[in-house]
């Protein structure tokens, strides 16, 4: 029983909108306590202000911080190797937040032409509508980079694995003729996450996540992360994420650090999964090509093996048939959701050229191997016994609808 004031007024029904303190405990919770509140309260305008300036620790206001994003931002920095970083409503205001807090009056962006859907209109559509115009590359061709360098090239985005080709970007030629430029390198790592590669050990100078995908890993959050070596460049970052309202929400904050637990354990079992799932597809009689960076028929094996640990969790591979093949193939595939994201705990499957690439003409997605019948699955943890039974159920019924 907490003890009553000795005021003369009884507490009513009116006197609870005043909060209480928490109660007194010796213990520690061991996990992180959930935060939800927006604002922290001081003793006097003395406290408030050491901690305001920095010289105790503390929060005011949630939109410029709060305890759950603190301690999932530092987990996420271990894992990148980053100094400091910072975590945002969604890896799209990430991406937002790094851009407007260095672009210029003037300047200009260079970015790789396969990127995420979203980041693509943006830098495509959004940023040059404001004054800032895009330049774009293949990331996979080192001969495209020079001509994308001009005056004034301020920043420059791109992933490490393509969606849904998943080509391999020729990080160290990149990395070398943008940092002569003086640009900034933004690098974005969800698909191939830290467990994969590590940018800022590789000379780009931030590395984003939508931590949404596999590090969450329970399509039950969105959140975005951003690190740096450099803690001004983190800094300014931070005060743009609070000026544009790209904040994180406590509860997202601590959905992600419970997920963000089990990453390596589930980057492993899914890496391993993909492999096998790979080596099952090549060369089935229902599959006309198979996309996977382990697999030695990829493009870029050779690249991958020597810049990446590992080969990803995700593979691509193109259905033989038509689209009333695809229908009976999805259909058929009851215990495989098929819908956008990727990096779930359970296997699930999208097709490109209806979702991510729906808007690109079919000659220019077919001219970037985007097939019709492109189908893009992302590994879980599942035994791989039942992987490959849906599977084999879902491609005989595919070559039912002929
Ligand atoms: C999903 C994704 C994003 C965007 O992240 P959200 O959390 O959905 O905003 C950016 N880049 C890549 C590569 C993604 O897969």
Request: proline letters at 5%; hydrophobic letters at 45%.
């Amino acid at each position: 029983m907490r003890k009553k004031t000795s005021s003369t007024i009884v507490p009513d029904a009116r006197s609870v909108v005043r909060r209480s303190a928490t109660p007194p405990n010796l213990g520690q919770p061991l996990v992180t306590p959930l935060s939800h509140s927006v604002m922290y309260h001081y003793e006097d305008a003395d406290q408030m202000q050491s901690v305001f300036e920095g010289a105790q620790p503390g929060y005011g206001y949630a939109r410029d911080g709060h305890p759950n994003a603190t301690v999932l931002s530092e987990k996420l920095s271990w894992m990148e190797g980053a100094e400091g970083g910072v975590v945002t409503a969604s890896g799209m205001a990430a991406i937002s937040a790094a851009l407007l807090a260095n672009l210029r009056a003037g300047d200009r962006i260079a970015a790789a032409t396969q990127l995420y859907g979203r980041s693509l209109l943006m830098v495509r559509d959004d940023f040059p509508r404001m004054g800032f115009p895009t330049d774009f590359f293949d990331a996979s061709d080192s001969a495209t980079f020079a001509d994308a360098i001009k005056p004034g090239t301020r920043i420059v985005l791109c992933e490490i694995v393509s969606n849904p080709m998943l080509r391999i970007t020729q990080f160290k030629e990149l990395a070398q003729a943008y940092k002569s430029a003086g640009a900034l390198l933004l690098v974005d790592n969800t698909f191939t996450t830290p467990a994969g590669f590590r940018p800022l050990d590789h000379g780009a100078d931030l590395v984003m996540q939508s931590v949404t995908k596999m590090l969450a890993g329970h399509s039950d959050v969105n959140i975005g992360y951003i690190g740096s070596n450099d803690l001004e460049l983190i800094e300014k970052i931070n005060g743009t994420i609070a000026n544009m309202g790209f904040n994180s929400s406590p509860h997202s904050c601590w959905l992600a650090e419970r997920g963000l637990q089990t990453f390596d354990l589930r980057h492993r079992a899914a890496s391993q999964n993909a492999i096998e799932f790979a080596n099952f597809l090549e060369g089935h009689a229902l599959v006309e090509r198979v996309h996977f960076p382990g697999l030695a028929s990829h493009a870029d094996h050779d690249l991958a093996q020597s810049l990446l640990k590992g080969a990803g969790t995700m593979v691509s591979f193109v259905l033989k048939g038509a689209r009333a093949n695809a229908n009976a193939f999805l259909r058929a595939a009851k215990n495989i959701p098929y819908g956008p994201t990727l990096g779930d705990v359970a296997t699930i499957m999208i097709m490109p050229a209806v979702s991510s690439h729906r808007k690109l003409p079919r000659a220019d997605r077919i001219a970037l191997g985007i097939e019709d019948n492109l189908v893009r699955v992302s590994l879980g943890i599942e035994d791989f016994k039942l992987i490959k039974r849906d599977f084999e159920i879902a491609l005989a019924a595919s070559a039912l609808a002929n």
